[in-house]
């Protein structure tokens, strides 16, 4: 009972697609070529906006990186200067 259920909503759906796409392209207001044109043009523009977005993306990552890069050289000289402060106490104290 069940797999039929499955069957005649796979039925129906395959159904509407293949009717909403009939509508779609009996209503369309312009003809294909230029249809397919304005598709191609959506497509470049967002292909470059998503390359112009990553570059945008790159470029953070890249001075992220950098500044992480810096804070640690920082953080390691500071380590350094504590632990050598540190042994001359110790020494001065022994």
């Known amino acids: 009972m069940e797999r039929e259920?499955?069957?005649?909503?796979?039925?129906?759906?395959?159904?509407?697609?293949?009717?909403?796409?009939?509508?779609?392209?009996?209503?369309?207001?312009e003809p294909g070529?230029?249809?397919?044109?304005?598709?191609a043009g959506g497509a470049e523009r967002g292909r470059r906006t998503i390359v112009e977005s990553g570059q945008e993306l790159f470029e953070k990552g890249r001075d992220?990186?950098?500044?992480?890069?810096?804070?640690?050289?920082e953080a390691a000289e500071m380590f350094e200067r504590g632990r050598q402060i540190a042994e001359k106490t110790i020494e001065d104290r022994i």
């Open 33 to 39: 070529a230029k249809t397919r044109r304005r598709i």
């Open 5 to 29: 259920n499955k069957r005649f909503m796979v039925a129906w759906f395959v159904s509407g697609a293949i009717i909403g796409a009939a509508a779609a392209i009996l209503m369309a207001p």
């Open 64 to 73: 992220l990186y950098e500044r992480g890069r810096v804070i640690a050289e």
